[in-house]
């Protein structure tokens, strides 16, 4: 199993939207279940969503209604939907998941929301 890679962050202006992509090699990644985490400066990681292998999905409260987790299994890729961004979802976003008892973060990516 791999270190997952996240992608698609960037600056952007409050009430637009972003798209997160995470993506791994390996049987474990496609039978994981993934989730998604931010931690903004001087805040701990909190987790943002997550998504089981069957699809199932669950979210954090600060964020239900506008971002949407799903995956394609097919690509070994699980994408963050965010939409209606505010600057309090500022920070660096990150693909996590556990396979066999280990677990594996990806480098992150940077979402900079302004106001």
């Known amino acids: 199993q791999v270190q997952p890679v996240e992608s698609g962050g960037g600056l952007v202006q409050a009430g637009m939207s972003l798209r997160l992509l995470c993506a791994a090699s390996g049987s474990g990644f496609r039978n994981a279940a993934v989730g998604w985490y931010r931690q903004a400066p001087g805040t701990q990681r909190e987790s943002v969503a997550s998504?089981?292998?069957?699809?199932?999905?669950s979210y954090a409260d600060s964020v239900k209604g506008r971002f949407t987790i799903s995956r394609d299994n097919a690509r070994n890729a699980v994408y963050l939907q965010m939409n209606s961004l505010k600057p309090e979802d500022t920070g660096i976003y990150y693909c996590h998941y556990v396979w066999l008892g280990f677990q594996y973060w990806g480098q992150g990516t940077q979402v900079t929301v302004s106001s």
């Open positions: 998504i089981t292998s069957g699809g199932s999905t």
